[in-house]
Nanobody, 121 residues
Framework: QVQMVESGGGVVQAGGSLRLSCVAS????????MGWYRQAPGKEREFVAM??????????DYDDFAKDRFTISRGNAGNATYLEMNSLKHKETAIYCC????????????WGQGTQVTVSS
């Protein structure tokens, strides 16, 4: 089994920055994707960013809103992912959840409990 633990959430003023961390432990593999989703109150979960494993290294994907302000990275020998968020907006208040996606004929997704990010206006 795989455990995912996020940290780094908190309260920040609009325009501020936060850095989220997610560390996976247990039966982990490095040739997997890891990234972030978020869910605001009353809204559906939405994609934020993802690091994807390839034979030549990890690549990064972002939703359009995140491309210019957020940076995702991978660390801890592939078992951690980090999300640097800048110029945060009040409407980005949400629970940010880490996702670990194991591709294959039967894909498997692992989720963390989430970390609350509150952006005050």
């Amino acid at each position: 089994q795989v455990q995912m633990v996020e940290s780094g959430g908190g309260v920040v003023q609009a325009g501020g920055s936060l850095r989220l961390s997610c560390v996976a432990s247990g039966r982990t593999l490095v040739n997997v994707d890891m990234g972030w989703y978020r869910q605001a109150p009353g809204k559906e979960r939405e994609f934020v960013a993802m690091t994807r494993w390839t034979w030549s290294g990890y690549t990064s994907d972002y939703d359009d809103f995140a491309k210019d302000r957020f940076t995702i990275s991978r660390g801890n020998a592939g078992n951690a992912t980090y999300l640097e968020m800048n110029s945060l907006k009040h409407k980005e208040t949400a629970i940010y959840c880490c996702n670990r996606h194991v591709p294959g004929p039967v894909a498997v997704d692992y989720w963390g409990q989430g970390t609350q990010v509150t952006v005050s206006s």
